[in-house]
């Protein structure tokens, strides 16, 4: 087999294997890394490939393990942060800004038939609390769908060992995610659009009975560490209508209110509004809002930091 037909056969996994770095390590740039990292594991070690079984399984867990092999070398920690628990069965326990390292991911870089909630933020926060070998049985075995001796062969190991970790990982995970997961794995509908730009149409006009009309009265915003204008090494929690309008005012009214420019945009399966606030006579990229919509409102708003604006094609500052 040489490089080009290699390379062929390897393009067509290179979806799938996004999403699945993605799901261990949590940002979109390290995934992108790991799977040009796992391609060329994969060339070096063509002639180890016998072909007993699938190039797709051969290349998970090259995949797999060079994730592995990154999280051993860094040192991403879950820092503590002692947050207000959330007042509604629909919101996670810790809200997506609580992982620093986290990034959102556009819509047309997830794999067309990916479980919209696997690829969820609040999913992939509680994932990052797991171990990394916990992490990695989690999501071979509940995610995708391997068996215990499938996922034993890829991680080196045994069943037994895979079976232990897994029950440990889901009892974690149950710990991080929102209590009733109905309620949490909101679908789709075709309202969303609509609330999204009422949400942008209330927020640009500053207008607080516009803003608390598509806001739940339990509300929760949260923000990156130094994500929407918000200093400091630790992420920021608040929530309830009152508290929002009041958090929000600075910006949206005032003598030191600023003008805004929006765009919609789809993270995660869901959808995302990217910020802009108007500074030296132009708009600069102030913050990536991902929006959780239960019944008709939005119940949730994460912060993230302008630079993930450049992997979902937007620029820095807007044109005139």
């Not at 997830?110 to 990695?136: I, K, N």
């Not at 391997?146 to 069943?159: F, G, I, M, N, R």
């Not at 805004?260 to 945009?265: A, C, E, G, N, T």
């Amino acid at each position: 087999m040489n490089e080009t037909e290699f390379a062929d056969l390897t393009e067509l996994h290179r979806s799938e294997l996004r999403v699945h770095c993605y799901r261990l390590l949590g940002s979109v740039d390290e995934a992108e890394d790991l799977v040009q990292e796992m391609f060329l594991r994969g060339w070096r070690a063509r002639d180890q490939y016998a072909g007993r079984a699938s190039l797709r399984a051969w290349l998970y867990k090259i995949a797999t393990n060079a994730c592995l092999d990154f999280l051993g070398r860094t040192s991403h920690v879950v820092p503590f942060v002692d947050l207000p628990p959330a007042s509604s069965s629909h919101l996670a326990p810790r809200p997506a800004a609580a992982v620093p390292w986290l990034q959102p991911c556009p819509d047309d870089l997830l794999d067309a038939v990916v479980a919209r909630e696997t690829v969820e933020l609040a999913f992939l926060a509680a994932v990052q609390y797991l171990s990394p070998r916990q992490r990695a049985v989690l999501i071979l075995r509940d995610v995708a769908g391997w068996t215990a001796k499938e996922t034993a062969t890829t991680l080196e190991t045994t069943p037994a060992s895979v079976n232990s970790s897994l029950q440990r990982a889901r009892a974690e995970l149950k710990e991080q995610l929102p209590s009733r997961r109905t309620e949490w794995r909101v679908e789709s509908s075709g309202d969303e659009r609509a609330v999204v730009s009422r949400y942008i149409a209330a927020i640009t006009a500053g207008d607080d009975q516009a803003i608390a009309a598509v806001l739940r009265d339990d509300v929760r915003c949260s923000h990156q560490p130094g994500a929407g204008g918000h200093v400091g090494t630790t992420p920021t929690w608040y929530g309830g209508l009152a508290t929002v309008l009041e958090g929000w005012a600075p910006v949206l009214r005032g003598p030191d209110s600023m003008e805004l420019r929006m765009r919609f945009v789809r993270a995660n399966g869901g959808p995302a509004v990217a910020t802009y606030l108007r500074h030296d006579g132009a708009f600069h990229a102030f913050g990536l809002n991902t929006l959780l919509i239960v019944d008709g409102a939005v119940a949730e708003v994460t912060t993230f930091v302008p630079s993930v604006f450049e992997a979902f094609g937007l620029p820095a500052v807007l044109p005139d």
